[in-house]
């Protein structure tokens, strides 16, 4: 059991730059894989980036390769999304995963857990 809550959203313009956070309780931080999504709306949610429990294994979204950034500190029990070079295609609440298996959660149906969402505007 985890409960995630995101912060970081806001508005920026393109070519702009937002670095979201996601803390989670609880003393087992360490042993989930973590992921972020996005939901524009009218459009379904979307996977954006994976990470290990260790860190060791992560994984984009083709659209966001190369510009977006996962890490963990899991002694802070807390999960980054770094967002670089932004563009307005990427406004969309972002949501952080949390998955309890060994596989990172690259689809939503393999997210266990989810926090409440962040907004991220960027204007053009």
């Known amino acids: 059991q985890v409960q995630l809550v995101e912060s970081g959203g806001g508005l920026v313009q393109a070519g702009g730059s937002l670095r979201l956070s996601c803390a989670a309780s609880g003393r087992t931080f360490s042993t989930y894989a973590m992921g972020w999504f996005r939901q524009a709306p009218g459009k379904e949610r979307e996977f954006v980036a994976a990470?290990?429990?260790?860190?060791?294994?992560?994984v984009y979204a083709a659209s966001v390769k190369g510009r977006f950034t996962i890490s963990r500190d899991n002694a802070k029990n807390t999960v980054y999304l770094q967002m670089n070079s932004l563009k307005p295609e990427d406004t969309a609440v972002y949501y952080c995963?949390?998955?309890?298996?060994?596989?990172?959660?690259?689809?939503?149906?393999?997210?266990?857990?989810w926090g409440q969402g962040t907004q991220v505007t960027v204007s053009s």
């Open positions: 990470i290990s429990s260790s860190g060791g294994r992560l």
């Open positions: 995963a949390a998955s309890d298996g060994i596989v990172v959660p690259t689809t939503s149906k393999a997210a266990d857990y």
